[in-house]
């Protein structure tokens, strides 16, 4: 018998692709004896990019060996869904990580957005290739940081320093919800590095910047809030 992998992509009316199925070759198995299987990851959350003004989902699962599963809004409703087909419904899926699209504010309003993913309890539900049921949940908060002020120097060297301030506080326009920053995480290029909420600055090892094309080159600081949502402003600098 041969096998394909059939992908769904399906809208919320807005261009923003929040469903993917892999369409099964049956429907999945009636559950097992011995009750359900906690995923070991279930996360939903933002990502604003302070810079392009656009935001987007994200989402985040793993688990031992599912072949089916599904993520609900608070009101019940299905957003995403996925089914194995051939070897992946026999030998079963674990980690998976997707991106909603994200489109621009100037174009999609904002509240228009937001209301398409409410706050509250999302509910993961799925199927075991063992027939039992496999689940978790994430608390989705629109509590979305804003986006670090940035800046760059390259001394002597190559000695590369990227500094941002404290972030406090959502963007101008989005919802007054109290903004706790978890951690900050740097990328420059391949390298990257995740810090404690309370530092401002990080130290580009020479040896990096060195291996570095002479020119102009990007880097990015997010804030990440304790929610999980994420926010990530651009910056430049030159070697």
Do not use: C
């Amino acid at each position: 018998m041969k096998h394909k992998l059939l992908f769904s992509l399906t809208t919320l009316g807005i261009g923003l692709s929040v469903s993917v199925v892999l369409m099964a070759a049956s429907a999945p198995p009636p559950a097992a004896a011995g009750g359900e299987v906690q995923l070991s990851i279930s996360r939903i959350y933002w990502e604003y990019n302070a810079s392009a003004n656009d935001l987007g989902v994200h989402v985040s699962l793993d688990g031992e060996d599912w072949r089916a599963l599904k993520i609900m809004r608070p009101d019940k409703s299905t957003i995403f869904q996925v089914f194995g087909k051939g070897p992946y419904a026999q030998l079963g899926m674990t980690e998976l990580f997707f991106e909603g699209a994200e489109p621009s504010l100037d174009e999609f309003p904002l509240p228009n957005l937001l209301a398409k993913f409410p706050e509250g309890e999302y509910e993961f539900e799925g199927r075991t290739v063992g027939g039992q049921d496999i689940e978790g949940e994430a608390q989705f908060s629109h509590a979305i940081p804003d986006g670090p002020k940035v800046g760059a120097v390259v001394g002597p060297m190559n000695l590369l320093r990227i500094e941002w301030a404290p972030v406090t506080s959502p963007p101008p326009g989005f919802p007054n919800r109290p903004i706790v920053i978890s951690g900050y995480q740097v990328i420059v290029e391949s390298f990257q590095v995740t810090l404690p909420p309370s530092a401002t600055r990080v130290t580009v090892p020479p040896e990096f910047v060195a291996a570095l094309a002479p020119g102009s080159h990007a880097f990015e600081v997010l804030a990440i809030e304790q929610s999980g949502n994420q926010t990530l402003t651009e910056g430049t600098f030159v070697k």
